[in-house]
């Protein structure tokens, strides 16, 4: 009686567990930040200012789609705007904060994997087979979020908001520090709606979420998910249809993965009847 049995953990192993893997996560991070660092023209160039370029994938193909139209409210980004630093440390300040984010974008997978190793010990063999795949697809999640998030609301929003005006007579001069926070607050939120999924299939694991109830209060996700669409693109129907049809598949795909895990439970629980 007291006897530890071989698998279980101290609190202050778990700690010491805990410690290891948030060291290796900061790590990767810090490696992939120093690469962003040292290769500053390819991402400030090539990726951070390319959305609000006409030259631009999405920009040419809003304006093909809108000549095929016969309107040019489609076409964006043809007019870029100037970005301005006002700060005498900006520019070496943003270059910094830009690399730590790239590091923590590009290490997801490698920080997600440690995470999934800390928790892994808690959880029967069972579950682990069940939960197989979870670290590749939560990557791939929220890789095609942060691609859906660049390619698409970026430019959407870099159109609306750099050529916005109350007047005439006011010359919008984007700050950097001012582009970089819309950027990355775009694509980072986009790269976390679309972990919907993983969410759902961990809620459903615990049983806090069934398919019953996600399909009982759907009208209300769609309510949910078109103020989310809102606070996450520009103010115009196009974009917020736009991100919201995305969304909406995401979650229908979430109701699948609920019946699957309460499927697996249902087996699961009617061995332990029976023996009863």
């Known amino acids: 009686m007291g006897n530890k049995k071989p698998n279980e953990m101290s609190f ?26 040292f290769f500053k023209d390819f ?53 910094i904060t830009v690399s730590l984010i790239i590091g923590l974008v590009v290490a997801f997978p ?23 795949g979870a670290v590749f697809f939560a990557s791939v999640l929220f890789s095609l979020g942060a691609l859906f998030g660049y ?24 700050n950097l520090n001012s582009y970089i926070q819309t ?19 961990f809620l459903s694991k615990i049983g806090l979420v069934t398919p019953k109830f996600l399909k009982k209060y759907r009208k209300h996700s769609l309510v949910v998910i078109l103020a989310l669409s809102a606070i996450i693109t520009p103010p115009d129907i196009f974009s917020q249809i736009l991100v919201s049809l995305p969304l909406w598949l995401l979650y229908e795909i979430g109701i699948g993965i609920s019946k699957r895990v309460e499927k697996r439970n249902a087996k699961k629980f009617l061995p332990d009847v029976v023996e009863k």
């Not at 950027?183 to 759902?200: D, G, K, N, R």
């Open 183 to 201: 950027f990355t607050s775009v694509v980072l939120a986009s790269a976390v709606v679309f972990e919907l999924p993983v969410l759902i299939f």
């Open 151 to 174: 390619y698409i609301i970026v430019p959407l929003s870099m159109n609306f908001l750099g050529n916005y005006n109350v007047s005439p007579e006011v010359v919008n001069k984007i």
């Open 43 to 95: 991402v400030f160039n090539d990726i951070l200012l390319a959305p609000k370029m006409p030259s631009f994938i999405t920009n040419r193909t809003m304006c093909r789609l809108s000549d095929f139209l016969g309107t040019k409210s489609l076409c964006i980004n043809q007019k870029p705007f100037s970005i301005i630093n006002i700060k005498m440390t900006g520019q070496f300040m943003t270059h």
């Open 12 to 37: 202050l192993e778990h700690l010491d567990a805990l410690r290891k893997h948030l060291i290796r996560s900061i790590l990767f991070i810090i490696i992939f930040a120093f690469a962003a660092f």
């Open 110 to 132: 490698f920080v997600f994997n440690e995470f999934w190793k800390f928790l892994k010990p808690a959880l029967k063999k069972k579950e682990i087979s069940n939960s197989r």
